[in-house]
């Protein structure tokens, strides 16, 4: 009965490690299956890591790569810049010269402006003066005040050797003369005005006048003549052309 029982005992322990044994395999089996997968999904990490530490190494060659052509870039940059700074150097020194010299310009035409200036204000008096003194004369002149009249044109001609009214002066300055019965000195001054100003609105009484002195001097011959008629061949109209004909009618009456 013992002999028996132990031999159950002894199956029953011995089917008991059966069964923890089984169940080890099969517990190392499922292990060993999960250590392939892990050891799978590291190599696939070890894969990307690879993978990425390539990306990373072109990445960084590229970098450096960029970093070597940014500092030529910027060695080169630096050497344009320092041109450009002597560029800019040359321009200001270039420009301060000719800020310089249109300063001197501006100051010259300012000087000459003011110097034109003093010298128009100049020929505005001057010619103010030369008028002054022809008006006054002029009016001496219409008042039969023949001396003062002739010392105001005179004056006019002696002062004024450029004036405006030289022709107009030298007519009247012959119309004093003839007023004061200076009758050489008068048909000179006529003389002048048909010799220098042919084309002057003097003309017809210088003609006129000119006759009128060689008159009465005394020379009443073809040349006195020759001057009556051209006042009237030539000016018509004029009131010289009426007082050269009753002079010319007069000259052909017959002495008694």
Same mark, same amino acid.
């Given at each position: 009965?013992?002999?028996?029982?132990?031999?159950?005992?002894?199956?029953?322990?011995?089917?008991?490690?059966?069964?923890?044994?089984?169940?080890?395999? *099969?517990?190392?089996?499922?292990?060993?299956?999960?250590?392939?997968?892990?050891?799978?999904?590291?190599?696939?990490?070890?894969?990307?890591?690879?993978?990425?530490?390539?990306?990373?190494?072109?990445?960084?060659?590229?970098?450096?790569?960029?970093?070597?052509?940014?500092?030529?870039?910027?060695?080169?940059?630096?050497?344009?810049?320092?041109?450009?700074?002597?560029?800019?150097?040359?321009?200001?020194?270039?420009?301060?010269?000719?800020?310089?010299?249109?300063?001197?310009?501006?100051?010259?035409?300012?000087?000459?402006?003011?110097?034109?200036?003093?010298?128009? *204000?100049?020929?505005?008096?001057?010619?103010?003066?030369?008028?002054?003194?022809? !008006?006054?004369?002029?009016?001496?002149?219409?008042?039969?005040?023949?001396?003062?009249?002739?010392?105001?044109?005179?004056? !006019?001609?002696?002062?004024?050797?450029?004036?405006?009214?030289?022709?107009?002066?030298?007519?009247?300055?012959?119309?004093? !003369?003839?007023?004061?019965?200076?009758?050489?000195?008068?048909?000179?001054?006529?003389?002048?005005?048909?010799?220098?100003?042919?084309?002057?609105?003097?003309?017809?009484?210088?003609?006129?006048?000119?006759?009128?002195?060689?008159?009465?001097?005394?020379?009443?011959?073809?040349?006195?003549?020759?001057?009556?008629?051209?006042?009237?061949?030539?000016?018509?109209?004029?009131?010289?052309?009426?007082?050269?004909?009753?002079?010319?009618?007069? *000259?052909?009456?017959?002495?008694?």
């Amino acid at each position: 009965m013992n002999a028996r029982r132990f031999a159950v005992l002894a199956a029953s322990a011995l089917l008991s490690s059966c069964i923890a044994t089984q169940k080890d395999v *099969l517990d190392l089996s499922q292990q060993s299956d999960e250590l392939k997968e892990q050891v799978e999904e590291l190599k696939k990490t070890v894969g990307s890591l690879q993978a990425n530490q390539a990306d990373l190494s072109v990445s960084i060659k590229q970098l450096r790569e960029e970093l070597t052509a940014y500092t030529e870039t910027v060695k080169a940059s630096q050497g344009d810049m320092s041109k450009l700074s002597v560029k800019l150097d040359d321009l200001g020194a270039q420009l301060s010269g000719k800020v310089a010299a249109l300063g001197q310009t501006i100051t010259q035409a300012q000087t000459k402006g003011l110097e034109d200036q003093k010298a128009a *204000l100049a020929e505005v008096k001057r010619e103010s003066g030369a008028t002054d003194v022809f !008006y006054t004369a002029e009016k001496r002149l219409q008042a039969k005040d023949h001396a003062q009249a002739a010392k105001g044109f005179e004056q !006019y001609l002696r002062d004024f050797p450029k004036g405006d009214l030289l022709d107009v002066a030298t007519y009247d300055l012959g119309l004093a !003369y003839y007023g004061l019965k200076q009758w050489e000195k008068a048909g000179r001054q006529f003389a002048v005005v048909l010799d220098k100003y042919p084309k002057s609105g003097q003309t017809p009484g210088a003609r006129l006048h000119y006759a009128l002195a060689l008159i009465n001097l005394k020379k009443a011959g073809d040349e006195a003549r020759a001057y009556l008629e051209s006042v009237q061949a030539d000016f018509p109209k004029s009131p010289e052309a009426k007082e050269a004909a009753a002079v010319l009618k007069r *000259l052909a009456k017959p002495k008694k």
